[in-house]
């Protein structure tokens, strides 16, 4: 089992940064690859990044691409997503998970862990 619990998500305006932190308990957190969603009101859940089991690899949706950068330091079992040059596009709960697969995954149902959300609200 592992638990995730997201933090750092708040307002912000146009152009602004943010950083999420995905804290995870459990001793195999260096098992995992690691993604992170988003979901906007009224919309799916969409892929926004993932990065592999350690930090080798990573995948981005091309919305993000050259914006956002997901890493992870498995001594603290946490993955992170720096989030730059922001958008009101990019207003949405942002999700962290886990999936058993070790190497970057973009499919939702390929993830078998969830965090509860952290909300991101980019004003224009």
């Known amino acids: 089992q592992v638990q995730l619990v997201e933090s750092g998500g708040g307002l912000v305006q146009t152009g602004g940064s943010l950083r999420l932190s995905c804290a995870a308990s459990?001793?195999?957190?260096?098992?995992?690859?690691m993604g992170w969603f988003r979901q906007a009101p009224g919309k799916e859940r969409e892929f926004v990044a993932t990065i592999n089991w350690t930090g080798g690899s990573t995948d981005y949706t091309d919305s993000v691409k050259g914006r956002f950068t997901i890493s992870r330091d498995n001594a603290k079992n946490t993955v992170y997503l720096q989030m730059n040059s922001l958008k009101p596009e990019d207003t949405a709960v942002y999700y962290c998970?886990?999936?058993?697969?070790?190497?970057?995954?973009?499919?939702?149902?390929?993830?078998?862990?969830w965090g509860q959300g952290t909300q991101v609200t980019v004003s224009s």
């Open positions: 998970a886990a999936s058993y697969s070790r190497i970057e995954v973009v499919e939702r149902e390929q993830y078998d862990y």
């Open positions: 459990g001793r195999t957190f260096s098992s995992y690859s």
